[in-house]
């Protein structure tokens, strides 16, 4: 089993791309994950919560991924290798082409799937069927400025970190730009920084991932 750590290097819990020749299902994953989190907690010596992921390598890139894009994946394990302790040599030969319109659509479902407990629910559970048209459409009708419960999806802290780190990647990757840490984010958007940080957010905090929703859908049509 070789594996590699990515992401940033601040980050609370440890990202984990475990290499197989074959990807499992969801489920298969799982249990998978679950069997190999404590050999890999060994290895490291960490004692962060691991999030692992799987993928499929083919001449050092990465073609398939059970969770996220394969192109993304590539070049974040490339970009943040070195950012962590590892246990083998990188595996990734060079960075890929990013599909922008891939990872446009991705952003906009994982920040409708965290508003998925709130009262906005059906409406975002039917846009989440829907097509990106209707994913965006829905995006438009959510107010990010506004203080919310976001129920079993988490603490409000972790949700904004979330949304202000799929819209900054998106947004940026529309500009030309690829980030693939929390802190290039900031660096480059510094209204993100409380947000990116886990701080408890004020109505100005919100209001900048409100207007940072308005760049992604004007960059989304």
């Known amino acids: 089993m070789i594996f590699h750590v990515f992401g940033s290097p601040s980050s609370l819990d440890c990202d984990i791309v475990v290499f197989v ?41 990465i073609v398939e991924t059970l969770k996220g894009i394969p192109d993304e994946t590539n070049n974040a394990v490339l970009a943040t290798y070195g950012f962590h302790t590892q246990c083998y040599p990188l595996a990734i030969a060079h960075a890929v082409s990013r599909d922008r319109r891939a990872k446009f659509e991705r952003a906009a479902r994982i920040v409708l799937s965290l508003y998925s407990r709130t009262p906005q629910r059906e409406s975002v559970k039917r846009a989440l069927n829907g097509d990106f048209a209707a ?29 202000a780190f799929q819209l900054g990647q998106a947004i940026a990757l529309a500009e030309g730009i690829e980030f693939y840490t929390k802190e290039a984010i900031v660096e480059h958007f510094p209204r993100l920084r409380p947000a990116l ?9 919100r209001q900048a991932l409100e207007t940072l929703k308005a760049q992604f859908l004007k960059y989304s049509v």
């Not at 290895?43 to 390598?57: C, E, H, M, P, R």
């Not at 940080?197 to 905090?205: I, L, S, V, Y």
Request: aromatic fraction near 4%; charge should be negative; charged fraction near 25%.
């Open 197 to 205: 940080q886990r701080e408890p957010q004020t109505e100005t905090d």
């Open 135 to 163: 994913k965006c459409t829905m995006l438009a009708a959510l107010d990010l400025s506004v203080s919310t419960d976001f129920g079993k999806n988490g603490a409000p802290e972790d949700v904004y970190k979330s949304i």
């Open 21 to 61: 020749d074959t990807l499992p299902s969801l489920e298969e994953g799982k249990a998978l994950a679950a069997e190999l989190a404590p050999q890999i907690l060994t290895q490291l010596g960490t004692g962060k919560k691991l999030n692992l992921n799987f993928a499929v390598l083919h001449d050092g890139i």
